[in-house]
Nanobody, 121 residues
Framework: QVQLVESGGGLVQPGGSLRLSCAAS????????MSWYRQVPGKERELVAR????????NYVDSVKDRFSISRDNAKNTVYLQMNSLKPEDTAVYYC??????????????WGKGTPVTVSS
């Protein structure tokens, strides 16, 4: 079955960096777009970044543009989220998701369990 397992979250100081990874299994990874969401308790989940199936097209929520970068390694069945210049408002649980097709605008059909990121001094 489809599995998405996130790792790399943790505590980081403002201005610091983290790289999240999502190991995918149970499907042909290179056939699906992927994305990252985040959620703060009491708020709706927010789309952070998405990438098409071959990594040629990406897009980001405005609040993370120029700070975060989504990428993928289809040989390793892994999608990444490089987060730089982190701010306290980036604190959230980050979720890896599979889109339902190759295009990054397809809907989400699977979610990982999430990895927490805390940005605090």
């Amino acid at each position: 079955q489809v599995q998405l397992v996130e790792s790399g979250g943790g505590l980081v100081q403002p201005g610091g960096s983290l790289r999240l990874s999502c190991a995918a299994s149970g499907f042909i990874f290179s056939s699906y777009a992927m994305s990252w969401y985040r959620q703060v308790p009491g708020k709706e989940r927010e789309l952070v970044a998405r990438i098409d199936n071959i990594g040629s097209t990406t897009n980001y929520v405005d609040s993370v543009k120029d700070r975060f970068s989504i990428s993928r390694d289809n040989a390793k069945n892994t999608v990444y989220l490089q987060m730089n210049s982190l701010k306290p408002e980036d604190t959230a649980v980050y979720y890896c998701t599979r889109r339902s097709g190759r295009n990054l605008y397809n809907g989400v059909d699977y979610w990982g369990k999430g990895t927490p990121v805390t940005v605090s001094s």
